[in-house]
Structures are given as structure tokens and as C-alpha cells.
């Protein structure tokens, strides 16, 4: 089954404390992206891989880090996290440059006290 | 800033009635998606729709693409209470200061289907 699996669902840390959230898919696809999803905001883009070792910053990078190192894996990484950044994370992936459907992870509830 | 905004966002029907929603946006695109959500979970994608394209179906679902308006509708019709769901539209239109492609969301529009 086609899919984008994120660990974990649900996550509460304390200001500080460096935590990942890991996300794979078994699609072969070569684009994937991390968004963040607030009340009245919206889904925004935080980072984007367009292929293995190449990635970008997004509409709201600060405060995150991401790599990819293999082509199914891309975590995103949150050195030191802030109550700021507290929301519902999405990793998604889609075919090449010229985007088509995208396929979303159930998503990361990310608190932050 | 949000590229597609999606209007109105909240809408309440019964079973069995038609539902529309509408989406603008600001700059040129590629193509425009509609995404679904359920609470609180990941993102389905529904229909795409190419900006050479006026109008696409898939099952109860009708899109319609407006490029000289820069507007998009979605309308599900005989509506379930199954269609209970935010409702996204995406656009794909890259990004000249950047050169980035990238799906760009709105804030979605809250259907309720009462059953």
C-alpha cells in the first residue's frame, strides 16, 4: 500500500529539548515537504526535498532542520523547540519537480510546554 | 501570504443537497488540487485540475477552473454525511523569486453534512 508514514502521532516536549519526527513513504518519490497546520493559517510550508541531498528552506523554515540522506527518509529535526512551535506537522511526498497529487502522513500533534 | 483562499469557510447542508465551495487566487499557476481532511488527520487528495483545463469530474465531484478570474470551485454533489471535512484548495505555481514549486494551501472550508 502506497503510503507516507510519520512517527509519532502525538508528541509533548519541553521548551528545549531536541526532538525529531521521522517520516518515510515507499513511493520512490523524489519530492517531499514538511507543513505545519494552524488554526486559520492554514497548511505552510516549513522545508522541501526535491531529491536525496538536496533540500530547501519553505514559507516558515526558521527554528527546523531537515536532511535526506536516502531517497524514502525525511525527518525533520527541531534543535532546540519553542512553544511557538507547537501545532499539527505534515510530511508529504509527490513525483519529481512538476508536482502532481501529494501524498500526506497522518500527521504529528507537536506540543510544546 | 496564503495563495488559494477558500470561501465560505463554513458551510452546513443536509443529506442529499449539493455543496459548493470556491477558491481564489492570487498569481499564475500549473495546475490546482483540492485536498479533503478529516479531523485532525492527513490530507487526501481529491481532483486536479491543469490551467488549460475549464472544468473536470470525478464521481460527485465537479471542479471548475476560472484562470481569468483566478478562481476554482468544488461542488459535491447529493451530498453524504460521510463528506463531513475541511476541504483544501492547493495551487502549483511556482515561485519566480525562488524558483521553487510548491503546493501553496488556503485555510480551508469547513463542510458539514447533517444527516
Known amino acids: 500500500e502506497a503510503q507516507v508514514t510519520q512517527n509519532p502521532r502525538y508528541l509533548i516536549t519541553v521548551t528545549g529539548k531536541k526532538l525529531t519526527v521521522t517520516c518515510s513513504q515507499n513511493?520512490?518519490?523524489?519530492?517531499m515537504s514538511w507543513y505545519r497546520q494552524d488554526p486559520g493559517l492554514g497548511l505552510r510550508q516549513i522545508y522541501y526535498?526535491?531529491?536525496?541531498?538536496?533540500?530547501d528552506k519553505g514559507d516558515v523554515p526558521e527554528g527546523y532542520k531537515v536532511s535526506r540522506k536516502e531517497k524514502r527518509n525525511f525527518p525533520l529535526i527541531l534543535e532546540s523547540p519553542s512553544p511557538n512551535q507547537t501545532s499539527l506537522y505534515f510530511c508529504?511526498?509527490?513525483?519529481?519537480?512538476?508536482?502532481?497529487?501529494?501524498?500526506f502522513g497522518q500527521g504529528t500533534r507537536l506540543t510544546v510546554v | 501570504s496564503q495563495q488559494g483562499e477558500e470561501d465560505p469557510q463554513a458551510l452546513s447542508i443536509q443529506e442529499g443537497e449539493n455543496a459548493t465551495m470556491n477558491c481564489s487566487y492570487k498569481?499564475?499557476?500549473?495546475?490546482l488540487q483540492w485536498y479533503r481532511q478529516n479531523s485532525g488527520r492527513g490530507l487526501v487528495h481529491l481532483i486536479l485540475?491543469?490551467?488549460?483545463?475549464r472544468e473536470k469530474h470525478s464521481g460527485r465531484l465537479r471542479v471548475t477552473l476560472d484562470t481569468s478570474k483566478k478562481s476554482s470551485s468544488l461542488l459535491i454533489t447529493a451530498s453524504r454525511a460521510a463528506d463531513t471535512a475541511s476541504y483544501f484548495c492547493?495551487?502549483?505555481?511556482?515561485?519566480?523569486?525562488?524558483?521553487?514549486?510548491?503546493?501553496?494551501f488556503g485555510s480551508g472550508t469547513r463542510l458539514q453534512v447533517q444527516p
Open positions: 485540475i491543469r490551467s488549460n483545463e
Open positions: 498569481t499564475s499557476i500549473n495546475n
Open positions: 526535498s526535491m531529491n536525496v541531498e538536496v533540500t
Open positions: 513511493m520512490n518519490h523524489e519530492y
Open positions: 508529504a511526498s509527490s513525483r519529481g519537480q512538476g508536482l502532481t497529487e501529494a501524498f
Open positions: 492547493a495551487t502549483d505555481g511556482g515561485r519566480k523569486d525562488t524558483g521553487r514549486r510548491a503546493l501553496t
